[in-house]
């Protein structure tokens, strides 16, 4: 790595920090295998805003790890109350047994949520979230006698995990069409919002496309609302882009839904805990769905783990019939495991106590300012922005798809910045701790690599 940002705190000397390990054995998830271990790009300490990659060298985080680590790196309060828990009991299994600090957790999340979603079922990751809420979906609607809604809408270019409950609701190409033969049947698909030839360069959420929550009435006229359990969606698709609901959209299909008793789900493994101003998307926007799905920033990234929020109703109806029985035959082997949970409890603290869901609500306007200031850089066709997070994305060029996007991610990391591609979209999501000085860096550094890229 070479030209390193102003005010980097890089060794000069640039002297490798370890040993270069084998690149044989792992197997790397959503990796262009071979191009990476042809050129790899290795981090080995985070600290505040910064990794260090293998050679020593300082690379400012625009990504918050990958959605994460909204509370910045290296934090003590986590690291320490990971450290006490894991010496004090390192497991306690959730199946027929409890512990107490996963109860605790469960409360304090309950604190930040919406009104009526008072339940929490823990999980490992997005993924095992929305499968989760699929098949809470599914247990409620038998236990309220009306088994035949077995049917989920989901919504093109949604990301939802890769489980197969996750790819068959989602709507990304790549993610499902290897595995087509073996989706989930009795799915269908709303259109998505995203609208470039309307709404260019809109700052914050456009007023076009509203209309398209319509969409779902036609689907419920086709298969019957008797046969529809839940409708699911990401507030805001993070993994697609950065594509923001318009105005009224989301208000627009949650009254669809109660018209018709279908649930509503909301994704919120990206948007949640304070990415884009508020503690979670439904009160940023103002519309509560029956589920929210969470993960990432639950716990900085410290440890995998992931909460399902849940209404009341919906909790209390699975939970008729016999006191003795299992009411829902589903969960993992670490729900609730008592190190992540300790993480977390650190992390929802170190959110209240630095109030970063309202930092990210205050810098929003400057954040705003300064990605819109690529505007008018080559190829640049669309910038999309809510909160602490923005899209950016580029025409493709004669070399294909997602080559343009690769060669600025490339760039800005060579350069000191990582920020991530999806096809000719960068994407930016900071930590929340970032300051305005940190905001300019990234931004100076995607306008060379832009540039530099052309």
């Given at each position: ?5 102003l ?64 509370a ?38 309950v ?36 088994a ?34 073996q ?41 019957g ?21 318009p ?41 509560i769905?029956?589920?929210i799905?969470?993960?990432?920033a ?6 995998p ?88 994305q ?61």
């Open positions: 790595m070479a030209d390193l940002p005010n980097s705190s890089s060794d000069a000397s640039h002297q490798s920090s370890t040993e270069h390990p084998s690149l044989e054995h792992f197997w790397m998830p959503f990796t262009a295998n071979r191009q990476f271990k042809a050129n790899p790009r290795l981090l080995t300490k985070a600290e505040g805003m910064y990794y260090t990659d293998i050679d020593g060298n300082k690379v400012l985080d625009a990504t918050a790890g990958l959605w994460c680590c909204n910045g790196h290296g934090r003590k309060e986590i690291s320490e109350a990971v450290s006490k828990q894991i010496k004090e009991m390192d497991y306690a299994p959730s199946f027929q047994m409890g512990h107490p600090i996963a109860f605790e957790l469960a409360e304090r999340l604190e930040l949520s919406p009104e009526g979603l008072n339940k929490v079922f823990f999980t490992n990751s997005g993924s095992e979230s929305v499968d989760t809420a699929l098949k809470m979906a599914l247990c409620y609607h038998r236990a309220n006698g009306q035949s809604r077995t049917r989920f809408i989901g919504r093109e270019m949604g990301y939802h995990g890769v489980g197969f409950g996750g790819i068959s609701v989602g709507g990304l190409s790549n993610n499902r069409k290897a595995f087509s033969g989706l989930l049947q009795g799915v269908d698909h709303l259109p998505h919002t995203l609208d470039i030839q309307n709404a260019a360069f809109t700052r914050g959420l456009s007023h076009f496309g509203a209309e398209k929550a319509e969409v779902l009435e036609q689907l419920v006229t086709l298969h609302a008797e046969n529809i359990a839940a409708v699911i969606v990401e507030p805001m698709s993070g993994s697609a882009g950065v594509i923001l609901p105005q009224g959209y989301l208000k627009r299909l949650r009254e669809i839904t109660k018209k018709h008793g279908i649930l509503l789900i909301f994704d919120e493994v990206i948007t949640a805990f304070g990415r884009v101003g508020a503690a979670f998307a439904s009160q940023r926007w103002g519309v769905p029956d589920i799905t969470t993960a990432k639950i716990n900085n990234g410290a440890i783990m992931g909460a399902v929020f849940v209404q009341d109703f919906i909790h209390d109806t699975c939970m008729q019939g016999s006191n003795e029985l299992i009411e829902f035959f589903h969960g993992y082997t670490y729900s609730g495991h008592p190190v992540a949970a300790a993480a977390a409890l650190a992390t929802l603290s170190i959110y209240e106590n630095e109030q970063l869901f309202e930092r990210s609500f205050e810098l929003e306007r400057y954040f705003e300012d300064a990605v819109h200031s690529l505007k008018g850089l080559p190829n640049v066709i669309d910038i999309r922005n809510t909160g602490l997070v923005a899209g950016i580029f025409s493709p060029n004669a070399q294909g798809a997602g080559k343009r996007g690769y060669g600025v991610f490339e760039h800005c990391f060579r350069h000191g910045t990582l920020v991530r591609a999806t096809g000719d979209i960068i994407a930016m999501s900071p930590p929340l701790i970032v300051d305005k000085r940190e905001i300019d860096q990234m931004v100076n550094s995607l306008s060379d690599a832009i540039n530099a890229v052309g």
